[in-house]
Nanobody, 117 residues
Framework: QVKLVESGGGLVQTGGSLRLSCAASGRIFGINAMGWYRQAPGKQRELVARMIIGGSTTYADSVKGRFTISKDGAKNSVDLQMNSLKPEDTAVYYC???????????WGQGTQVTVSS
């Protein structure tokens, strides 16, 4: 089975930075894409950043220029560097893994990010 474990969430003041990490383990073959999504209270889950392996990277308009997604080439892990954080970035952040050998995506358990004003 495939498992995703996130880390790095927490409480930070407006303008601060956090780095989220996601490590994937298990039977992992043919990674199509890895990414981060978030869900704020009362809102739908939304894309934050997504990296297609060997392809393009997509960012939500609201985080462009502030967040950077990166993947460790030697490991099945993906990080999200978040700078200039705003209160509206407060949400539970989820790691996402898209494998070619599965018809569904895998999700982490989520990590809370809270930005105080």
């Amino acid at each position: 089975q495939v498992k995703l474990v996130e880390s790095g969430g927490g409480l930070v003041q407006t303008g601060g930075s956090l780095r989220l990490s996601c490590a994937a383990s298990g039977r992992i073959f043919g990674i199509n894409a890895m990414g981060w999504y978030r869900q704020a209270p009362g809102k739908q889950r939304e894309l934050v950043a997504r990296m297609i392996i060997g392809g393009s990277t997509t960012y939500a308009d609201s985080v462009k220029g502030r967040f950077t997604i990166s993947k460790d080439g030697a490991k099945n892990s993906v990080d999200l560097q978040m700078n200039s954080l705003k209160p509206e970035d407060t949400a539970v952040y989820y790691c996402n893994l898209d494998l070619s050998s599965y018809s569904y995506d895998f999700w982490g358990q989520g990590t809370q990010v809270t930005v105080s004003s």
